[in-house]
């Protein structure tokens, strides 16, 4: 039996399978189970994936993934971002499991179960591991921030656009248009 410090990729993956309605990380040897999403976030999180992925896949520059695709970082711990992206020279092929390498951009939106502090640790530790960006976004605060290793965070509301111009050149979003609309 696996104690919460040796657990393995493989530990991860068997259970995973026998719970398959939750999603669970492994990072440094223990594994969280993650609550299910806020609905506004996970809708926010999609505009993203949207945004990049009718970006990224006409110019065939990788692949974007939403919540759920894992990766397992160089340091063995498998995490899996809100929305991800890994540019096609590094990940020519899906794998069928985790990807065994850290995305080039890695997204987190802030759903109300969540702190803002283990969601920047979160985008840190992805960093640590050889992530180009990450970037958090908050809804309830109309607040975007952009991480890069060695940088200061650069802060973006609602009158700023989102670029990404160190892996998407050309690439741009309103940070107005990632919120919920209202009917």
């Known amino acids: 039996m696996a104690t919460l410090t040796t657990l393995q990729r493989k530990d991860l993956e068997k259970l995973q399978a026998e719970h398959p309605d939750y999603c669970m990380e492994l990072a440094e040897g223990n594994i969280t189970i993650m609550s299910p999403s806020g609905y506004q976030s ?3 999180a999609i505009t993203v994936a949207a945004n990049l ?6 110019r065939k520059l990788g692949r974007v993934a939403g919540a759920g695709a894992g990766f397992e970082l160089p340091n063995s711990d498998v ?4 929305v991800s992206f890994v ?24 759903s109300p179960s969540d702190t803002l502090k283990s969601l920047r640790d979160k985008i840190q530790s992805f960093l640590s591991q ?9 809804p309830e605060q109309h607040r975007v921030e952009i991480y890069r290793p060695g940088e200061e965070v650069v802060v973006l509301g609602d009158g700023d ?13 309103a940070v107005v248009d990632l919120w919920s609309v209202e009917f």
């Open 42 to 44: 996970d809708e926010v």
């Open 130 to 138: 050889g992530t180009k960006v990450g970037i958090l976004i908050n």
């Open 87 to 110: 540019r096609a020279e590094r990940m020519k092929v899906s794998p069928l499991s985790f990807a065994e390498l850290a995305p080039d951009l890695m997204v987190e939106v802030k």
């Open 161 to 173: 656009i989102l670029t990404i111009p160190d892996l998407l050149p050309g690439f741009e979003v």
């Open 53 to 58: 992925w009718n970006w990224v896949k006409p």
């Open 79 to 82: 995490r899996a971002p809100d």
